[in-house]
Nanobody
Framework: QVQLVESGGGLVQPGGSLRLSCTAS????????IGWFRQAPGKEREGLVC????????YFADSVKGRFTISRDNAQNTVYLQMNSLKPEDTAVYYC??????????????????????WGQGTQVTVSS
């Protein structure tokens, strides 16, 4: 059974930084497009950042552009979400998700919740003074 696990969430002051990690078993994340999503209480899950499995295409929601970055460490089978200049409105549960290849070996990047096959359980990020 495929499992994705997020870690690195917590409480941070406004302006601070956090790095979230997404690991998986037994799949190799480098074959998958990876997306990061978040869901705040009473709101729909929104796509924030994604990267395709060729590491050529990325997407950043306007709300996080210039503040969040995504990277892979294939040796560790981990994808990271670096979050800087955090704001109170970034408070939410953050999820990583993996999309299987749909076009040959290519798995594309897109912020659609419905298109991802595997999801983690989420990690809470709270930005507050």
């Amino acid at each position: 059974q495929v499992q994705l696990v997020e870690s690195g969430g917590g409480l941070v002051q406004p302006g601070g930084s956090l790095r979230l990690s997404c690991t998986a078993s037994p799949i190799n994340l480098d074959y998958y497009a990876i997306g990061w999503f978040r869901q705040a209480p009473g709101k729909e899950r929104e796509g924030l950042v994604c990267i395709d499995n060729n590491d050529r295409d990325t997407y950043f929601a306007d709300s996080v552009k210039g503040r969040f970055t995504i990277s892979r460490d294939n040796a560790q089978n981990t994808v990271y979400l670096q979050m800087n200049s955090l704001k109170p409105e970034d408070t939410a549960v953050y999820y990583c998700a993996a999309r299987r290849p749909a076009f040959g070996s290519w798995s594309y990047c897109a912020p659609d919740v419905e298109g991802y096959n595997y999801w983690g359980q989420g990690t809470q990020v709270t930005v507050s003074s």
